[in-house]
């Protein structure tokens, strides 16, 4: 079976234990874990330790591409990614996600997708690039990614598909799975968005079904082509009181997976 787990980014603003406890405790299969300014996400003991604790695979890293993360594993963006690969590489993690450079970024922009190639091929790691979405000052694209938004549209061997970053892009996340390819596709970020307009311009990541993105319907394709990647929730959970109200959120995001993929 197609398997589900859900990033600790997820279970904000809780830490990294947190994910991988709730991550039992609610029944996914394992973890990806974001790489933040938390030094424990980025200590091979602690993750090992946790992934044995609470029984949880961690099935992804996501590398620590963020502009909050600006500072982690110093401010060269390929070190950061190089970082990450090497990291899971020691805890046997199949996949890093990255997302695209800013435009900004210099060399390691212009020559990304060489890059992506030569890191998955020097650590033996699965490296998924991101689809993101435009910057837009009102209907004018900043254009602030380089090589883009659309990992379909680049020379890399492996992508994510992020329904949240879909409706911002106004991008139909069902022509994005399949402009992809089952091949190509590698890792899902699980959620959901409503289309962006002049008047909104922020990340939803909302569950799934709670968005106009055709999540379903791309799950159920995923299913129906016998699809080998993986499945992450990454929704927000930020607003829950409690751990029983977040729960209730993270048990409703893999209901949701479970149904649409077919699975008991």
């Known amino acids: 079976m197609i398997p589900v787990g859900l990033s600790t980014i997820s279970v904000f603003p809780k830490g990294v234990e947190d994910g991988f406890r709730l991550s039992a405790e609610t029944g996914f299969d394992g973890v990806e874990v974001m790489v933040t300014t938390d030094a424990r996400t980025r200590s091979k003991t602690r993750l090992a330790e946790f992934s044995k604790e609470y029984d949880q695979p961690i099935m992804a890293l996501h590398a620590p591409t963020l502009l909050l993360t600006t500072f982690v594993w110093g401010r060269g963006p390929m070190i950061k990614l190089e970082k990450s690969a090497e990291l899971a590489a020691e805890l046997g993690v199949p996949t890093v996600v990255v997302h695209p450079p800013f435009r900004w970024q210099g060399r390691y922009a212009t020559g990304f997708e060489r890059v992506v190639g030569e890191v998955a091929e020097r650590y033996g790691v699965t490296v998924a690039v991101e689809n993101m979405f435009p910057w837009r000052t009102g209907d004018r694209d900043q254009r602030a990614y380089l090589p883009g938004i659309d990992p379909s549209e680049m020379d890399v061997e492996h992508a994510t598909l992020d329904f949240s970053h879909c409706a911002l892009a106004r991008r139909n996340s069902l022509e994005l799975a399949h402009d992809l390819g089952l091949e190509k596709l590698r890792h899902i970020h699980l959620t959901d968005g409503v289309a962006a307009d002049d008047k909104k311009l922020f990340d939803e990541h909302m ?13 159920e394709w995923l299913a129906e082509n016998e699809w080998d990647g993986q499945v992450i929730a990454e929704i927000k959970t930020g607003k829950a009181k409690t751990d029983r109200d977040r729960l209730r959120l993270l048990a409703e995001t893999l209901d949701f997976a479970h149904e649409n993929l077919g699975q008991d």
């Open 207 to 219: 569950l799934p079904g709670h968005g106009n993105e055709p999540v379903a319907e791309v799950l």
